[in-house]
Structures are given as structure tokens and as C-alpha cells.
């Protein structure tokens, strides 16, 4: 009785896949383009054709520029307090939890953080038992181990203050490459800074000239690379014949392997001042806040004058902005337990994080069906157990 159920039940999928399959290979495509990843992920496993279809290439680039281009549903990803999970939270009219994706119980650690984001993929830092990167695409589960530099300066998080990192695009090479900032304290104990960067392609890292210039350091929280217009940013202390200048945004472009500079809106004092950059609704902008908190926004990138601070008023205190949305709201970290959106017409929404018991980075995520470029490829902690689950309302929304 048993079989003969599961041959009726397979009859009538069948059944129920004929008009499905008999569409145009154009047409399915058309209507993948509108499905979101987790649930392509799943339809990859009913036909030959769907996978097929699903894991090209060139419908992964199709699929990930009809994304971006709807910028009315922003999402960001963070790790819970176990590093047993990472988190998903869906900024639309409301602001909740939209899925989870487990990470191997063998690997999670406590010291695993997020530093960065890219085309759907996390780039993942951990220093026990030995320092590591990973870069993770949890919708597909690509992933690789990316080998920490030779003789780089922060290995074992000595100076925290002074590191970031990011991880990019560059699209002459379909590459990715992963950048890191840091500093080293001379004879002189005086920070003598220092940047690299790797390349997935090549497997090898190298040093970025004139980094020396740069100190990498955050005023207000820990920095994740803002991307914008294929570049990747970060906040620094401008430095010139040793001497500490003032704060500025320095920028690395994927193409010609160096970093520039870009002034603040106006000069500020590095000791007083909180600063954090932040982007979405098409702009690229800057969180500052002495008392009285501004956004500014940049309309023409690298255009100096072009610096214009936005009408949008901000809670003083406890408050990191992180994204502009279409709708003339900020997303921002409040209290380093809540996401939060405040502004414009929808009022004041928030989404509590699962992560009471440490200081979580939130960072910017758009999902993607992309792998990585095909090289030696090393297992990452023995392998990432992918799981797309939604995990109830673990968070509240409003």
C-alpha cells in the first residue's frame, strides 16, 4: 500500500510539472529572475532543467543585478552570540528576522566575526586555534579558506583599534579579492600602518603601495569595507612624515590595486568626534556626531563639494546608523541589542538581535547565486553545514 501511495504521489508531481516544463526555457528564466535565492536553492533539486538553469552563471549575474536594482528590500546578516548561526534581517515595511543559516557545530567559536561583504558572500575572520579567513556564500554554500598574510601586523587581534577588512569585486578578472588594514607599533611607538590585499585567482597576497599613509581605525564601532561604486571603503587617520592629520575615508579600487583618499565634509578632531560610514538609497555617506548627530551624503563620488547633509533627524544617543532606505529612513544599531528604523512615514520599527552576550556586527548582505572562481580550493573547517530555515520570530518586529 505503501509504494503504490509514493507511485500516485510521484504521478500527480509529474502531472502537476507538464505545464511547468513545457514553457520556454526564456520564459522560466523570466520568471526565476523573480524568485528569491533560498527558495531557487530549494527548486534546483525538482527537475534537470531548473538546476541546470539555476546554476549557469550567467542567469547567477541576471538574477544578482534584478536584486540589487529593488532596493526596496534590504537585508543585513549577523552572527549569534554562539557563532552557531548567522541571521538574516529583512528591512521592508517592517524590520524582522527572515531566516538562519547553521554553521558546522565543530567550527563555531566564540572569536568568529563577520569583516566583510560581498555579491552575496561573508567574509569571515576567526584567530583560534591560528588566525584564518574564510570567504562563505550561505545560499550556496561556496567556500574557501583564505590564508592569512605573512608577517602581518595583527595577527591575534594585538591591535584591534587600528584593523579592518573587506572583501570586493573585480570584474576584469572575475575576481575577489579580500583586503586587510593594520598597524604595527615602531621603536618610536609610533603606528606605522600596513595594507594587503589577496587575490582568489592567484591564490597570493600582496602589499598595496602607499597603505603606509593610512591608519585603519574606527571611531564608533568596528569596521566592516562599505562598498560603493566598485570600490571599498573604510574610515583612517591621514598620516604625512609621521604625523598623525585627521580622520579621512580611504578607498581601494579593485582595478588598479590602490588606495585613495576622499575628505571628510569638513575637518574634524579625532579625539571628539564619532564617525561611521554608511550607504544604501544609491548614496554614499557619513554618520557624524558631537552632539548633535548629521548624515551627509555624497552626490557625485570623490567630488568634494558635492558633501550634502541630508534633513533627517536622529536620535542623539546609543544610535550607529548603518543604511539609508527609499523611503527617507535610517537602519541603525541601537543599544547594540536592536535594529532599528527611524524616520519617515512607516514611524519606528525595530528587530530585536539574538546576541545578547557580545557586541554583534551587523553588515549590509545581498544574496547571490554566485561561486567562487575556480582555483585550489581548501575545505573550510571541515565544511559549512548549509541549512536555510526559517526560525520562527526569533526577533520581534513592528
Known amino acids: 500500500m505503501a509504494t503504490c501511495t509514493r507511485i500516485n504521489l510521484k504521478k500527480r508531481q509529474q502531472q502537476l510539472l507538464k505545464p511547468i516544463d513545457n514553457l520556454s526555457p526564456e520564459l522560466l528564466q523570466e520568471i526565476f529572475l523573480r524568485v528569491p535565492v533560498k ?88 584567530d583560534v586555534p591560528e588566525p584564518v579567513l574564510a570567504l562563505w556564500n550561505p545560499a550556496m554554500g561556496s567556500h574557501r579558506t583564505v590564508p592569512y598574510p605573512d608577517n602581518f601586523w595583527n595577527v591575534g587581534f594585538h591591535c584591534p583599534d587600528h584593523f579592518c577588512g573587506g572583501v570586493v569585486y573585480e570584474k576584469f578578472n572575475d575576481d575577489y579579492l579580500v583586503v586587510l588594514g593594520s598597524v604595527k607599533i615602531n621603536e618610536h611607538e609610533k603606528l606605522r600602518p600596513q595594507w594587503k590585499f589577496f587575490s582568489v585567482r592567484t591564490n597570493s597576497w600582496k602589499e598595496i603601495e602607499g597603505g603606509d599613509r593610512f591608519v585603519p581605525s574606527y571611531p564608533l564601532h568596528r569596521q566592516v569595507g562599505l562598498l560603493y561604486n566598485e570600490a571599498v571603503h573604510w574610515l583612517a587617520i591621514y598620516t604625512a612624515n609621521g604625523k598623525s592629520r585627521s580622520f579621512v575615508i580611504v578607498a581601494f579600487d579593485p582595478m588598479t590595486k590602490t588606495l585613495s583618499m576622499i575628505p571628510l565634509p569638513y575637518p574634524r578632531d579625532t579625539q571628539v568626534w564619532k564617525l561611521s560610514l554608511l550607504g544604501g538609497r544609491g548614496y554614499f555617506g557619513i554618520y557624524m556626531n558631537n552632539m548633535i548627530p548629521e548624515i551627509w551624503v555624497m552626490k557625485e563620488y570623490k567630488v568634494e563639494s558635492s558633501w550634502t547633509k541630508l534633513n533627517i533627524t536622529l536620535p542623539c544617543m546609543n544610535f550607529i546608523p548603518l543604511c539609508l532606505t527609499e523611503s527617507d529612513e535610517v537602519v541603525c544599531r541601537k543599544d547594540k541589542k536592536q535594529l532599528v528604523k527611524v524616520g519617515g512615514k512607516q514611524g519606528f520599527g525595530e528587530c530585536g538581535l539574538i546576541s545578547s552576550d557580545k557586541d554583534p556586527i551587523v553588515v549590509m548582505f545581498n544574496e547571490s547565486l554566485f561561486s567562487l572562481p575556480v582555483t585550489n580550493l581548501k575545505v573550510f573547517g571541515g565544511c559549512l553545514d548549509v541549512t536555510w530555515k526559517r526560525e520562527g520570530k526569533p526577533g520581534s518586529s513592528a
Not at 538553469?53 to 536584486?67: E, I
Not at 566564540?110 to 561583504?117: A, P, Q, V
Request: glycine share 4%; proline share 0%.
Open 39 to 126: 527558495s531557487l536553492f530549494q527548486l534546483r533539486c525538482v527537475s534537470k532543467q531548473w538546476r541546470s538553469l539555476v546554476s549557469d552563471s550567467d542567469f547567477a549575474k541576471l538574477h544578482y543585478d534584478a536584486t540589487i536594482t529593488n532596493n526596496n528590500n534590504k537585508k543585513f546578516m549577523y552572527l549569534s552570540s554562539d557563532c552557531s548561526k548567522a541571521y538574516c534581517v529583512k528591512i521592508g515595511a517592517t524590520i524582522h528576522h527572515d531566516y538562519a543559516v547553521r554553521l558546522r557545530a565543530t567550527y563555531k567559536h566564540d572569536k568568529l566575526r563577520i569583516i566583510g561583504s560581498c555579491r552575496g558572500f561573508l567574509l569571515l575572520q576567526n
